[in-house]
Nanobody, 117 residues
Framework: QVQLVESGGGLVQPGGSLRLSCAAS????????MGWYRQAPGKQRELVAS???????NYADSVKGRFTISRDNTDKTVNLQMNNLKPEDTAVYHC???????????WGQGTQVTVSS
């Protein structure tokens, strides 16, 4: 059974930082492209950042220079370090595992991030 379990969300003031983590099980983690998506109320889900099996990362323009994605293939985790958070970063953040060869797509339940003073 595939599971993606997110943690690390919460309430933070503008300019603050949070670190999201996603623990994966039930997949051959090292071959998957891992990503973080977010969905704000009334908006479509959007890609925040992704990292391929080879370690190549990609970011939405809105988070470049502020967010950093990383992965640990031994621990089967993917992290998202979020700095200088803005109110517009408020959303539910979902972990995603994508195997481009199959293709197979898995989602976590999400973790709420709220940026507010």
């Amino acid at each position: 059974q595939v599971q993606l379990v997110e943690s690390g969300g919460g309430l933070v003031q503008p300019g603050g930082s949070l670190r999201l983590s996603c623990a994966a099980s039930g997949i051959l983690f090292r071959i998957y492209t891992m990503g973080w998506y977010r969905q704000a109320p009334g908006k479509q889900r959007e890609l925040v950042a992704s990292i391929t099996s080879g370690g190549t990362s990609n970011y939405a323009d809105s988070v470049k220079g502020r967010f950093t994605i990383s992965r640990d293939n031994t621990d089967k985790t993917v992290n998202l370090q979020m700095n200088n958070l803005k109110p517009e970063d408020t959303a539910v953040y979902h972990c995603n595992a994508y195997n481009p060869r199959t293709p197979t797509n898995y989602w976590g339940q999400g973790t709420q991030v709220t940026v507010s003073s």
